[in-house]
């Protein structure tokens, strides 16, 4: 299921008053005003996660990112998830300067990444550390302000970057900041933190729709053989329903090459479809998976005496993403900006119209055992509540089978 994303942003901006970043704040919900942080380390790793579930495109709007960074965070690789175009990384008052620090930081800034010392106060051991930062954050609300002027006259031999005044909280204080020589200001002055919401896909959500990208648009079965060969859940995943009777193919594979020479890329696609709706089970969720499949399976089968092979297959997409929204917990619309599909399929998902919808309806009614509008709907597509019947019953042997091969096995307890 989707899991709530929570981040708050609030603007730093240049001595016009223009947007020039945001820094992300970590927050546990969307009623928080503050961090409540345990653990800097989870709070560093939440907001890259978060931010990367958001998008940064939406959340900065083509702005940088600054980003408080603890000693454990600024040495993990979780840094190196965000691209470096979009952040500037916070060293917090707290990191201690070590020689082990300098070498981190220094490997960063050639992969790109920058940096800023947060909450600075002239302390001499910051000092190595100046030629290497590209902004100063001031607390002017903790200090007197000619404390702040005596700052700036004590690091500027070394120091070739930019500052940047933090909690500015009145207009005095910001003039003040402005004609101390200051670039940039953050503040309530300007702006509070605003907190951010969203339904984030999951990891392994994450991982499955950008493959299916892949698979849409791919000319070189290398392209796909690679992300898979890289995930060993998926690649084991992918040999058994390679190699189950629900496949339909002759001979056993081994390899990832072997299976996707034999199920081809629109059997992969399907799979992996399959593999979205019931990558993150749980005992509320499984029923619902199961009768996504069934749904889909259903659609397709309506389709194959009255439509080309495409067309099925589209069908089988469209029963099958109709529930993906309770199922993924994140809105339909989102899936689709994340994962676009054909027109009719659109169609019928989100507008209950188009070639596609009377076979979903039908599907729907064959759920509910709604006789009146299964023999509707039958008559919409030429069919008949009897070939509805027949369809159903197969489509749930199918779906019993294949999801037995497509689903992880199930652990349980204390096993």
């Known amino acids: 299921m989707g899991k709530e994303t929570f981040l708050a942003r609030q603007p730093i901006v240049d001595a016009e008053h223009r947007l020039f970043a945001y820094e992300l704040l970590?927050?546990?919900?969307?009623?928080?005003?503050?961090?409540?942080?345990?653990?800097?380390?989870?709070?560093g790793v939440e907001v890259i996660s978060n931010t990367l579930c958001l998008g940064p495109d939406w959340l900065l709007q083509g702005k940088l990112a600054f980003i408080n960074l603890d000693e454990a965070t600024l040495m993990s690789d979780f840094v190196c998830l965000l691209p470096s175009h979009h952040v500037v990384y916070e060293i917090l008052e707290t990191v201690p300067v070590t020689p082990v620090l300098?070498?981190?930081?220094?490997?960063?800034?050639?992969l790109g990444y920058r940096f800023a010392l947060d909450d600075f106060v002239a302390l001499e051991e910051y000092r190595p550390l100046l030629p290497m930062v590209d902004f100063v954050k001031l607390d002017v609300l903790e200090q007197h302000p000619e404390k702040t002027v005596e700052i700036i006259a004590h690091i500027q031999r070394d120091f070739t970057g930019q500052f940047i005044a933090e909690k500015v909280e009145t207009r005095e204080m910001f003039e003040l900041c402005r004609n101390c020589g200051i670039q940039y200001f953050q503040?309530?002055?300007?702006?509070?933190p605003e907190n951010l919401t969203n339904k984030a896909i999951q990891p392994g959500q994450a991982a499955v729709l950008e493959l299916m990208n892949k698979v849409r648009t791919c000319e070189d079965l290398s392209e796909i053989e690679e992300p898979l060969r890289r995930n060993a859940a998926l690649t084991i995943r992918l040999l058994r329903y390679a190699?189950?009777?629900?496949s339909g193919l002759q001979k056993q594979v081994h390899t990832v090459r072997q299976a996707l020479t034999q199920i081809g890329l629109m059997t992969l696609y399907r799979w992996l479809a399959l593999l979205l709706v019931t990558v993150n089970p749980t005992p509320t969720s499984a029923l619902l998976a199961r009768t996504a499949v069934t749904r889909g399976r259903l659609c397709e089968l309506l389709g194959q005496s009255r439509l080309n092979r495409q067309a099925q297959d589209d069908l089988f997409m469209t029963g099958l993403f109709s529930l993906a929204e309770p199922l993924m917990g994140i809105p339909l619309d989102h899936l689709l900006e994340r994962l676009p599909m054909p027109e009719p399929i659109v169609q019928?998902?989100?507008?209950?119209?188009?070639?596609?919808?009377?076979?979903?309806?039908?599907?729907?009614?064959?759920?509910?055992?709604?006789?009146?509008?299964?023999?509707?709907?039958a008559e919409d597509i030429g069919s008949s509540p009897e070939e509805v019947n027949l369809a159903q019953l197969h489509s749930l042997a199918w779906?019993?089978?294949?999801t037995s091969e497509v689903a992880p096995t199930a652990v349980t307890p204390g096993s």
Do not use: C
Request: glycine share 4%.
């Open 243 to 246: 190699n189950s009777a629900a």
């Open 102 to 110: 300098i070498a981190r930081i220094q490997e960063l800034k050639q």
């Open 399 to 402: 779906t019993e089978e294949l």
């Open 348 to 377: 019928a998902l989100i507008h209950q119209a188009g070639p596609y919808a009377p076979f979903l309806k039908l599907a729907e009614a064959s759920e509910r055992g709604d006789f009146e509008q299964i023999a509707h709907y």
């Open 187 to 192: 503040g309530y002055y300007f702006a509070r």
């Open 26 to 43: 970590f927050r546990k919900s969307l009623a928080s005003v503050s961090a409540q942080i345990s653990s800097q380390l989870q709070a």
